[in-house]
Every structure is written in C-alpha cells, then in structure tokens.
C-alpha cells in the first residue's frame, strides 16, 4: 500500500510502499476513503504531542471500508463502513467501565500516535477501535465530511453533555473560528442555546453567524469580558467552552460567567491554570470549571446519527490529494491557523 508516513517530529512527508496490513485476531483491516486533517494530528506532526512512535502515520478521522477481518471479530464484516474510535483504552479498568474511556488507567495512546493511522490505503486496528457508520450516511459520496465527525463534532457532543447545556443557556466558545470552535457553534447551535462566538479573525466570526451564532465578538481588542457582559445586559454568560485555554483566555472567562456558570477547557495553550487570580468569583458564583477531552463511543454513534438524520453537516473547507505536497500543504495552513472548519486528505481520490 501507499502511505504518507512522517518520520519524526517537524520532519517533512514521505511516500511510502508498504506491505498491506493483515489482520490478526481481534483486528480488522479497512480500505480509507478520506482521512480529516486537524490540529490534534498537527501538534504530532510537529511534535507537541509527547510519545509518539515516529515514523508514524498520522490520522484518524477516517472513512473507511473493511476489507479483512481477523479471528475473534465478532461485530464486523468485510463491506462495512467505518470510522474511527481515537483512544486505545483497555475497556476494563474503573473508567472505562463507567464509559470515561478518556481516563483510561491503562491508555496504550492514540490512533495516528502509537498506531498507524489513516494518512494510507489502508489501517488495521483493533475490532473496538471501529465505529460503524450509519448506512444513511453518504459515506462513499461524501468521505471528507463523514469522517470528521467522530470527532470534529462529536467531541463537541460531549461538552453539550458535560456542561449540562440546555437551551435557556447563553454560551461562549472562545477560539470558535478553529477546527473543534466552529463545530462547538455548530452543536451548540443545535442545541437550542443562544451562542456567542469569540474570535479574533473576522472572516471567522462570519462564518460562525452563518452556521448559528447569535452574536459574535473580536477579541483582538482585550476586551472579550467588557463584550460580553454588555450582550448579556451585566449578568454574564452561563457557559463558557474556551478552545484557547491561555493565561489569558481563562481568566477572562470565568470574569465573563454568570452565576452558576460553567467553563469547559479543552484547549492546549500550555500556559499556568490562573484561577487563583478570580478565586473570589469562584465561590461567591459557584462557578464550576472543568476539563474535557474527546468523547465516548456511544457520543461518536450518537453525533453520526444526529447527522444522518439531518440535523447538522460538518464543515470540510478543503479537500487535498494524497500526496506528500498537498499533505505539506495542508498542514503549514493547520499551523497557520488558516484553515476555516476542518480540512481532509481524499486518500481514495
């Protein structure tokens, strides 16, 4: 098979020939169609994702068709569409039988990190690994956009969950031009609550408007709270998904919360947690803050359905060839930050 493998951190693309993988027992193998490129793959490609088995493939909001299925594979056969479950958690420690497979005591990484993943004809991985896409879905006609899902909007899902948003909730989604940001709109969007979106690229907050927010705000000013509380008329937003997550960005969020407000973090800025700096609010508002990261299997089925039915379509801005130029390309645009929605490699053409 062909396969655009990176071989370390920062390193260019390369092309490769590889023997096609086989199945062992309790995998399967499957042909890709289209894999999603996002900034979570880009941070392997240049390296601020610790741990990653370099030379790698990297990817994994895939389409795909299985192909092969090995002993032991129960809930598969050849023919079925596909996409992918991102974590390899064990499915049996404390958290993944309380379905929190994302605090998985045993996590043997990622799908694109520890694994080869679907920047190539094809991928083998665990049977578990596999999502089944709803035969609804335009899977074949549509591979960029169905593949994202299982994540570029699922993950979006789960915070709708997790922060217990409802539609009386006005929310915030801070970084909402990016990837994961303007499908968080999106969802939020779907779920009947008013949504601010912040940004600081105006072409960005248009887009947002056209995909649900109520309002936007440009933060390229400073002055993200002042915006704010003045469209909530000084009582503050009961929702705040901070895509950014840096010094900045969180301590301005949680000034921005009304009372009994929730902040939702799923960014990697990397910076100190500075809540100490607003410890007063925390309490006198009863703020709640919290992490979150991916989603569980039943949230990627879950979002596939609440596409098929119609209710939401992913945004895919650009689609490239697989090749290593367009997979260059498309990455220092990742990096860039130039990318509108999600981006995918069109691995079958």
Same mark, same amino acid.
């Given at each position: ?193 008013? &949504?601010?979106?912040?940004?600081? =690229?105006? /072409?960005? @907050? *248009? #887009?947002?408007?056209?995909? +649900? ?110 090749? &290593?130029?367009?997979?260059?390309? =498309?990455? /220092?645009? @990742? *990096? #860039?930050?130039?990318?509108? +929605? ?8």
């Amino acid at each position: 098979m062909q396969a655009i493998v990176l071989p370390g951190p920062g390193e260019p693309f390369v092309m490769e020939e590889r023997p096609d993988p086989k199945a062992g027992p309790g995998e399967a193998v499957a042909r890709v169609l289209a894999c999603g490129s996002g900034l979570t793959i880009q941070h392997t490609r240049i390296g601020r994702n610790h741990g990653a088995n370099y030379p790698i493939i990297i990817g994994h909001e895939i389409t795909a068709e299985i192909v092969e299925t090995g002993a032991g594979v129960n809930n598969l056969k050849v023919g079925d569409p596909v996409t992918c479950y991102f974590y390899l958690d064990c499915g049996h420690c404390k958290w993944c039988l309380n379905n929190r497979p994302t605090l998985c005591s045993n996590l043997a990484g990622h799908v694109g990190r520890q694994i080869d993943g679907g920047y190539a004809e094809y991928i083998k991985m665990p049977e578990r690994n596999y999502i089944k896409i709803p035969e609804s879905l335009d899977w074949m006609g549509r591979p960029a956009e169905v593949g994202v899902i299982a994540d570029a909007l699922a993950t979006p899902y789960k915070v709708i969950q997790r922060a217990q948003i409802v539609p009386i909730d006005t929310i915030a989604v801070i970084g909402a031009g990016g990837g994961l940001g303007i499908h968080m709109v999106m969802m939020a969007h779907w779920a009947r609550a008013r &949504v601010i979106a912040v940004d600081v =690229v105006p /072409e960005k @907050l *248009e #887009k947002c408007r056209e995909i +649900g927010a109520s309002e936007t705000v440009n933060a390229s000013d400073g002055k993200m709270v002042e915006a704010l509380m003045d469209l909530t008329d000084g009582q503050g937003v009961d929702v705040v998904v901070d895509f950014v997550s840096n010094e900045k960005t969180l301590t301005d969020g949680v000034r921005s919360l009304g009372r009994g407000g929730r902040l939702a973090t799923l960014g990697g800025g990397g910076a100190k947690i500075p809540f100490e700096a607003v410890g007063g609010e925390l309490s006198s508002k009863e703020l709640n803050i919290m992490g979150s990261r991916y989603c569980t299997r039943q949230e990627v089925s879950d979002t596939l359905e609440i596409v098929a039915r119609g209710d939401v379509w992913p945004l895919v801005t650009e689609k490239y060839g697989f090749n &290593v130029g367009d997979a260059e390309l =498309v990455h /220092e645009r @990742l *990096e #860039k930050g130039e990318v509108m +929605g999600r981006a995918a490699i069109m691995v079958a053409g």
